[in-house]
């Protein structure tokens, strides 16, 4: 909102500048990018650098110009067969930060990622543990051995689920499981 | 620039979202129709078996004995 306000004292004033895109920006976010200079709009308008693979273009260049790179730039402007590859490559690497194969390179952040995403649930373990020592109650009698068992029997005796469940593995003439 | 000799074939520039649709759709279908054929003819075939085994010689008022001597209802006494 600033900016949209700056942008009509300028026009009010009739102050020269160079383009709208310039003015359109406070002044303390050119102060950040120093003598950068503005390229593109960039992914969200402002004049940031960031190494994308989903939006190659950033807004600003890499490096503030120098004299060496300012003469290369012209001679970009003829024909590019007579740069030679170490003038193309200063060409890139003023504006651009890393190549594509750089900053697509594999960093093995994966393994910590699982790494620390398995210490956590160790800790959980242990908290869990924990719990069941200090805080939790005894459990009820029916999770004894003789209870569950009787539950069992019960539930063959009622021939619970018969024909694909727990009762069809019960041999009724034999009083014993099917073998 | 660089030196590649063997000559590589061309990747697909475009249209890119539709090749990947169309597999996608296709892998689908295929999993759907043999899904399907499993469940139908093998899992559901099965079942029915069980369950026509099951009552084949099934004696429902045996079971209601056997269950009422052994005490497990409260409306039915057991046998003396």
């Not at chain 1, 600033?2 to 920006?25: D, E, T």
Request: aromatic fraction near 12%.
């Amino acid at each position: 909102m600033a900016g949209k306000l700056m942008l009509f004292g300028k026009i009010a004033h009739n102050i020269p500048g160079s383009s709208i895109q310039r003015c359109a920006m406070s002044s303390y976010v050119r102060t950040l990018i120093g003598k950068r200079e503005i390229v593109g709009f960039g992914f969200n308008g402002e004049p940031n650098y960031v190494d994308r693979t989903d939006f190659p273009l950033p807004a600003i260049r890499w490096k503030e110009p120098s004299p060496d790179v300012l003469t290369l730039r012209e001679k970009e402007k003829g024909d590019w067969k007579l740069l030679s590859i170490e003038e193309k490559k200063a060409l890139y690497r003023a504006s651009f930060c890393q190549t594509f194969a750089e900053f697509k390179a594999p960093t093995g952040e994966w393994k910590s990622v699982i790494g620390l995403g398995l210490v956590f649930i160790s800790v959980a373990f242990w908290i869990f543990y924990g719990m069941k020592v200090f805080v939790y109650s005894p459990l009820p009698d029916s999770f004894k051995k003789e209870n569950r068992e009787a539950q069992l029997r019960r539930i063959i005796d009622l021939q619970m689920n018969p024909v694909e469940g727990i009762a069809s593995k019960w041999d009724y003439e034999k009083d014993d499981w099917k073998k | 620039m660089s030196e590649v000799s063997p000559k590589v074939a061309k990747p697909q520039l475009r249209g890119l979202l539709h090749t990947q649709i169309k597999k996608n759709l296709l892998l689908t279908g295929i999993s759907v129709v043999v899904a399907a054929v499993y469940m139908r003819f093998v899992f559901g075939d099965q079942r029915k078996r069980n369950y026509a085994e099951f009552y084949k010689n099934y004696d429902i008022d045996k079971e209601f004995d056997r269950m009422r001597n052994k005490g497990l209802f409260e409306s039915c006494e057991p046998d003396e």
